[in-house]
Each structure stands twice: as structure tokens, then as C-alpha cells.
């Protein structure tokens, strides 16, 4: 550090070397910074570089002008083949292991509590994971992101899975209010797309493999985020809803049919789900199931009963983290098969 302070001289500059940067689990590197200004302007000019191996991965210059209470800075940056894994928080538990490595240029401009960006990026070896469904995907290399104001827009981005290689059209953005509250608004269209991949738990409504035709659009801030699904089931999708409970003989009469028209019955739903702390994910599936899926029934986990066929139908399913669960809609069975055993002495 140099301060100069003399009749025609009010320097002030800065040269620094920060080694092992880490934020979380990523190691980013060391950062490079030499700064220069006048003290009586509070204007000072900066650039930097962060490496990791003798490469380097992020390098910028500009200025940064403290006249105000509020600094501002102006600054380009190039990046390289940067971590950027770090920004898991933008799904917080909706989202994770969000990474990949981003390239291209930006400019960063304004207040310190309310930056903006303009620029374009280029992703590659991206990925991210939606844990509720268990499911992974990641982005096509070279995919492009569009960087202004406080948005991240994606145009025209492939999605792909890499189990079994379904894929899916990404459109849309991530927005952001100075990097700390993230919200949502993308839209994924596909042919056929792997969308569920859970295991079967005491707990759970629903398991099994699923894979659909249609649109998905993921709208709201992250904590509270909201999926909505318009698509038909495709080939090699498998769903299982069990039932915890045991039934004998005389009562197997599981399912209730509530008339969606009657105020009493929505009543009734609506007032127990306000009860809940409805935070997390909140899913509404309006599904057109074909002959392509398998449907099964569990009535009887500990003797294995079970209803399992294919058929034609439109069900909307209402699903969140807090333990909802409602399913509307007409299904029609073309074949399947009523598997009853009871105290193990009827098959």
C-alpha cells in the first residue's frame, strides 16, 4: 500500500495478492489486484485477474468512483473457462449441484447494492439437478447466455439428459436482485423428456419413472418456486402410488371421489392446505395419459396387493414439499390387472 500526501500529490494505490480463494467447496484460485487514484476524487482505477494454475480464468479492468455515499463502479471483465458452481444458491433446495464453466465478456456498472450487467456468455459442461424429482440434466455445450440489467436470458438452449438422452428446448430467464434474491421464468419444450426418477419410501405419494410430450414452465422466486406442466406421458413411463396403510377383507374402498363443483369439498381442501407453510416446490401437472405409461396401485404394501394396467385418461395433480397431494380428472383402464392377496391365504 502507497499513500502520497504532499502539496501537489494526493495518490493512494493498492497492489494485493489473495491467495487459495474458495468460496464454498470450489477452489477458485488467486486474485491479482492493482489499484490507483486520487484521494481528494475518491476515483480510482482497477484491474485484477483471478488464475488457478497459471490460467487465467477471470481478468478485468475499470473504475471505481466513492464520491457518494453509495461507490460506484464501472468494470469489464473476460472470462475464461470460469467456476462458476458457486451460484448453488440461485435454487437454493429446489435446484442444486448447479455447474459448469462459462466464457465471453460483461460489463458491470452502477451502485454497489444494485449492479447491473450487460454481456454475453458462453456455457459449457453445465449442469444442475432438480433433487424432489431426482432427476439430472445438463446444457448443451456452447449454449449462450444473454447478460442485462439483472437478467440472465436464455435463447433457444438445449437441455439433455444423460441417462437416457431425452432433451428438451430451454427459453427464458433468471432474474436477480443484487445476486441475493433469484427468480425464475423458463419455459422447457420437448418431444420426450425424463422428468421423474423416484424410489420407493414409507413416506412417499408417488415413485416410478416418467417421461412426457409437451411444455414445462418454471415460474417465481426460488424458494417458492412453482412448475407447471401441460404434456401427455410417453413411452416408459411407469408410476406407482402406494398406500401405507393395511386393508383387510371387508374395506378396500380407498379411493374417494370428491365432486370438484361442490363448495364443500374445495372448502375443505383449500382451509387444510392454508394450514400448511406452503415453501418449497409446488407442482401442477395437467398430464394426458396414453397407452404409453403403466399406472400401479399398491393397496396392501405388507401383502403386496396391487391395481397395475395401462389406459387413457386427463388427470391434474396437484403436488408440493409440504405433503399435498390432490389428483382430479377422468381415467379410463384398456387393460390391467386387480392383484388381491389377503392374510396370505387368498392369491
Known amino acids: 500500500i502507497r499513500l502520497i500526501r504532499d502539496e501537489i500529490n494526493r495518490n493512494f494505490s493498492i497492489e494485493s495478492l489473495t491467495k487459495d480463494i474458495r468460496i464454498k467447496d470450489v477452489e477458485l484460485g488467486e486474485m491479482k489486484i492493482n489499484l490507483l487514484g486520487n484521494t481528494d476524487y475518491n476515483s480510482y482505477a482497477i484491474d ?16 471505481i468512483i466513492a464520491i457518494n455515499e ?3 463502479i464501472d468494470l469489464d471483465l473476460n472470462l475464461n473457462n470460469f467456476n462458476y458452481s458457486f451460484v448453488d444458491q440461485i435454487g437454493k433446495k429446489i435446484l442444486s449441484e448447479i455447474d459448469g464453466f462459462a466464457s ?6 452502477g451502485e454497489l447494492d444494485n449492479i447491473q450487467h450487460n ?54 430467464n433468471i432474474s436477480h436482485t443484487n445476486f441475493k434474491e433469484w427468480s425464475l421464468d423458463l419455459n422447457f419444450n420437448s418431444d420426450k423428456l425424463f422428468v421423474l426418477n423416484k424410489e420407493f419410501t ?21 424458494n417458492e418456486l412453482v412448475i407447471e406442466v401441460e ?38 381442501v383449500s382451509n387444510s392446505e392454508l394450514s400448511i407453510n406452503n415453501k418449497g416446490l409446488d407442482l401442477s401437472i395437467d398430464l394426458e395419459i396414453n397407452n404409453n405409461a403403466d399406472i400401479e396401485i399398491t393397496i396392501d404394501t405388507e401383502n403386496g396387493s396391487y391395481l397395475s394396467g395401462k389406459g387413457l385418461g386427463d388427470l391434474l395433480m396437484e403436488i408440493d414439499t409440504d405433503g399435498k397431494f390432490n389428483i382430479y380428472g377422468d381415467f379410463s383402464t384398456t387393460s390391467g390387472i386387480y392383484n388381491f392377496k389377503n392374510l396370505g391365504l387368498i392369491d
Open 231 to 268: 404434456a401427455k406421458t410417453e413411452k416408459g413411463t411407469k408410476i406407482n402410488i402406494p398406500r401405507s396403510q393395511n386393508y383387510n377383507i371387508e374395506s378396500f374402498s380407498f379411493i374417494e371421489f370428491i365432486d370438484k363443483k361442490s363448495p364443500h369439498s374445495i372448502d375443505d
Open 70 to 72: 453509495k461507490p460506484n
Open 202 to 222: 414409507l413416506n412417499e405419494y408417488y415413485y416410478g419413472v416418467g417421461f412426457i410430450n409437451g411444455s414445462i414452465d418454471l415460474k417465481g422466486p426460488s
Open 104 to 109: 465471453g465478456n460483461i460489463n458491470i456498472w
Open 119 to 172: 454481456g454475453n456468455l458462453i456455457l459449457n459442461n453445465s449442469k444442475f439437478s432438480i433433487p424432489y424429482l431426482n432427476v439430472d440434466y445438463t446444457l448443451a455445450n456452447e449454449s449462450e447466455l444473454n447478460l442485462y440489467n439483472q437478467i440472465f436470458e436464455f435463447k433457444n438452449v438445449n437441455l439433455i439428459d444423460p441417462i437416457y438422452k431425452t432433451g428438451a428446448n430451454v427459453k427464458g
Open 48 to 63: 485484477f485477474n483471478l488464475s488457478s494454475r497459471d490460467m487465467v480464468s477471470l481478468n478485468g479492468s475499470g473504475s
